[in-house]
């Protein structure tokens, strides 16, 4: 359990242990305190089954690519082979020219669930974290299913940890940014909020969970808004999301 | 282990129950033995990971889709949710009116791997089985996308069970059948041979390996032959693979 600065809390800027994995049963702390800035964190989660992600659920970057806004959510899978963790390098396949980062509020499942009315969608929600949804437009664009393009090793960053005590109404209305440090200037890439989303997030859960069974630990990536664009080796793109933390990640090339 | 009748042993039509996972270390025979015909199989392999299957992967099929064979094999993936084994129903979802079997050749990869070269894939297929990549073909059309389509709970049979005594070189010329049995009449709808894939097993494990790590029990689909169908409610399907056995499955509707 992290303790942030800006939660006012007793012990700032740390890290409580905690024996268990909450997804499958009660935790108990072991007392012990780090520094955050002492300790590495690895992905707060490795979905068990599936990252399942939605295309074009913000309309100006369905815009931006020049798609249209489908009527149901545009659901795509993405392997839990592909998750890392915040400060983990993002590989650059050797197999593309154009890897874009897409920022997404990224949403953790916390119970087996099939078929969830809208409603009941907070019971089986666990937690937000941030997630980047790469992609590879060129081998997007010519392999027309997004398997590979979006599936590489790598191409699935979340973190850096994950909050529980935001509402569906309280993450429905989180700012969420990117960013890209470049040569050692940080650019803005994407700012919007995800108020944005076309199909929201229970709605999405709804939706998801109508055709698959959702597990505990499964990820559902909401979509990203407009200003999406390229990443190379040497770059670090960070995803900050209102509420939640930043997800930063280097990008390496396949060789380095 | 299963021993069949057309193997010859010594005790035919039995099943010979073991203790542990042979994709995770060496196992223990019980010694206990039961007839094939008085048990219960279910799915011979859940992936922890994933199903990686190929489109458009038999040229003849390919062109009854109205579709190229495209250059590099097409990769979508299906999760590990969709998998039930032998005799396990198709629950045909209402929100589809078209459903179709494909017959496929299952690729059931042994160890963890990367970057497998052609040549060495021998040494990470731990064995091959019979799936069927069942597909809402409205919603594929629709969606654009087929990770709903493809993706449905109950969508990906895979079974009876593991062969693992095949070289790539004969898992790549057998007879592969789907027959449909409706109505009690029983209706041949696809046959062809694993030799008319465009890429073959090899190539298809290499190349997937090189944008995604393969886990113990992952799955690849190597495509189905000309030939699919419809199938609905009271329908059983049945894919056939010579040498590996039949997979049977009924199909039901959403209400029972």
């Known amino acids: 359990t992290v303790e942030l600065d800006e939660d006012h809390g007793e012990h700032p800027g740390t890290i409580q242990l905690l024996n268990g994995d909450p997804l499958v049963a009660a935790v108990q702390y072991t007392g012990e305190r780090l520094l955050l800035d002492e300790v590495r964190l690895v992905a707060p989660v490795i979905p068990r089954s599936k990252v399942v992600a939605v295309g074009r659920n913000y309309a100006a970057h369905a815009a931006e690519m020049g798609n249209d806004v489908p009527a149901e959510p545009m659901v795509f899978l993405k392997p839990n082979t592909a998750v890392i963790g915040s400060g983990e390098p993002i590989i650059y396949p050797q197999q593309t020219n154009a890897v874009d980062h897409e920022a997404e509020l990224a949403v953790v499942i916390g ?146």
């Open 111 to 256: 119970r087996i669930c099939k078929d969830v009315p809208v409603e009941r969608v907070p019971e089986v929600v666990f937690g937000y974290t941030c997630g980047n949804d790469v992609s590879a437009r060129d081998l997007q664009k010519s392999d027309g299913q997004w398997g590979r393009a979006k599936g590489f090793d790598t191409f699935c960053p979340l973190g850096p940890w994950v909050v529980t005590h935001l509402s569906i109404a309280e993450a429905s209305d989180l700012q969420i940014r990117s960013t890209v440090t470049r040569d050692g200037r940080t650019i803005e890439r994407q700012s919007s909020t995800t108020a944005h989303m076309v199909h929201g997030i229970a709605e999405l859960v709804s939706f998801v969970s109508s055709f698959t069974t959702l597990l505990p630990g499964d990820v559902i990536l909401t979509g990203t808004p407009e200003g999406v664009g390229r990443i190379e080796p040497g770059d670090t793109v960070h995803v900050e999301i209102e509420g939640i933390g930043t997800l930063s990640n280097p990008v390496v090339a396949t060789d380095g």
